[in-house]
C-alpha cells in the first residue's frame, strides 16, 4: 500500500522513506532517483511520486556519506549591500562559526525567482539548515524542503504562505513612537517615504505612522514606491517642492533616509529649522552628522544572532515541535534632526 508512510518530524526524507511509501525495494528507489532506465514504469511513477509527496532531495555532496552534516549553513539575504542587512549576516556569520559550521550567503535581491533558485541550490549542496529574508511574495518554494525535514527561519519579515520560525522586529510601534514624536514637536503635516509596495516592514511602518496620524486627527503624507536611494530623493523632492509641504518627515529605512537627506541637501533646508526628520534604522555616521540623526534603532545585530540561534536548536532538537515567533522590540534614539536641543558637549 502506498501514501500512508510518515516520516519522522524534524528529519530528512531518506531513500529508504520513498522506497516505503512508494511500495518498492530501496534498489528499485534508488534506480529511479538515478535515472536509470531498465524499472518497469508504473514502478517508477510510483516512485516519482513519492519523491514529490515527501519532498526528497538526493544528497549531491556526500552520497553514501549515511549519517553526518554537511557542517554548513544556507543564508539568503534580500540586499547585500544594505548595511542592516550586512550586520545581522556578521552576526549569523559569528554563530555558526561558533556552532562549528560554515556559511553559504546568497543574495536574492528581493526577488522570490532567484530566492527559489537559491533555495534549490542550497538543498542540493545538503545544507544542514536554511535562514532567510523572504522576499515579496508567497514563499511555497520552502514547503519541499521544509517536508524533508529541513530546519528553516525566516527573520525580519515572515515567509508567506509557509510556517517557518521567524524573529522579527516590532516595526509598528516602533514607526508609531516616531510619529509620535514629531506631532509632540507640533508638526500636523508629517510624510512618510518607504516601499510598502516590495517590503513587509516598510508595510508594518506605514501601519505605525498611520496609527499615530488618525490618533491626532491628521492626514497621512506619503510615498509608498521609494525601494531605492534615488527614489526616495525625487519623492522627498516632490514632498517639499509642493505649495504645501510638510514640516516633518519619516523615512522608513536606511536608504530612503539617505534619499531625503540628499534631497534636503539639493534643496537647501535647514535640519530641523525647515524640515525635521526622523529614521527608521540606525546607521554608522547617524550620531556625527550636525545636527545629529534622530532614529528608530532596531538590533539588527541581535536579529542575526537569535534567528542562528533558533535554526541551530531545531538542529539539536530543542524546542517545541511547533513553528516559533520571537519579536524584538526597537528604541526611539533621540537626538536633534526632529527638533530636539543639543544635548551639551561633556
Known amino acids: 500500500m502506498t501514501g500512508t508512510y510518515k516520516p519522522r518530524p524534524g528529519k530528512r526524507t531518506t531513500l529508504r522513506d520513498v522506497a516505503l511509501e512508494a511500495g518498492v525495494s530501496i534498489k528499485t528507489a534508488s534506480r529511479v532517483v538515478n535515472g536509470e532506465p531498465t524499472v518497469n514504469a508504473v514502478m517508477a511513477d510510483r516512485v516519482e511520486d513519492a519523491v514529490e509527496r515527501l519532498g526528497y532531495r538526493p544528497n549531491e555532496l556526500a552520497r553514501g556519506l549515511k549519517g553526518r552534516r554537511s557542517r554548513t549553513i544556507g543564508l ?10 550586512a550586520i545581522c549576516a556578521q552576526a549569523i556569520e559569528g554563530v555558526a562559526r561558533e556552532r562549528g559550521h560554515a556559511l553559504i550567503l546568497c543574495d536574492s535581491r528581493a526577488d522570490l525567482r532567484a530566492e527559489d533558485v537559491y533555495v534549490g541550490l542550497l538543498t542540493q549542496r545538503q545544507v544542514d539548515g536554511l535562514l532567510l529574508v523572504p522576499a515579496q511574495g508567497r ?11 529541513l530546519p528553516v527561519v525566516a527573520f525580519d519579515r515572515p515567509a ?13 510601534a516602533g514607526a508609531r513612537e516616531a510619529t509620535e514624536h514629531l506631532i509632540d514637536h507640533g508638526h500636523e503635516r508629517v510624510a512618510f517615504v518607504g516601499d510598502v509596495r516590495h517590503f513587509y516592514t516598510a508595510r508594518k511602518r506605514l501601519e505605525g505612522y498611520k496609527e499615530a496620524l488618525e490618533a491626532a486627527n491628521l492626514e497621512p503624507l506619503h510615498s509608498l514606491d521609494a525601494h531605492s536611494i534615488e527614489l526616495a530623493e525625487e519623492a522627498t523632492k516632490g514632498f517639499l517642492d509642493a505649495p504645501d509641504p510638510p514640516t516633518a518627515l519619516f523615512a522608513a529605512n536606511i536608504l530612503t533616509t539617505l534619499g531625503a537627506l540628499r534631497a534636503i541637501e539639493d534643496l537647501g533646508l535647514r535640519i530641523p529649522e525647515d524640515i525635521a526628520v526622523i529614521g527608521f534604522d540606525d546607521f554608522e555616521l547617524a550620531h556625527v552628522l550636525r545636527p545629529r540623526f534622530t532614529l528608530v534603532h532596531q538590533p539588527a545585530a541581535e536579529l542575526g544572532r537569535r534567528a542562528a540561534e533558533m535554526l541551530f536548536d531545531r538542529l539539536e532538537g530543542r524546542g517545541r515541535p511547533e513553528p516559533q515567533r520571537l519579536v524584538l522590540p526597537t528604541e526611539l534614539i533621540v537626538r536633534e534632526s526632529c527638533g530636539c536641543p543639543a544635548e551639551p558637549s561633556p
Do not use: Y
Open 139 to 149: 514563499n511555497t518554494c520552502l514547503n519541499a524542503e521544509q517536508r524533508a525535514g
Open 76 to 85: 539568503i539575504i534580500a540586499d547585500v549591500s544594505n548595511p542592516f542587512m
Open 160 to 172: 508567506e504562505g509557509v510556517q517557518t520560525d521567524s524573529v522579527l522586529v516590532e516595526n509598528r
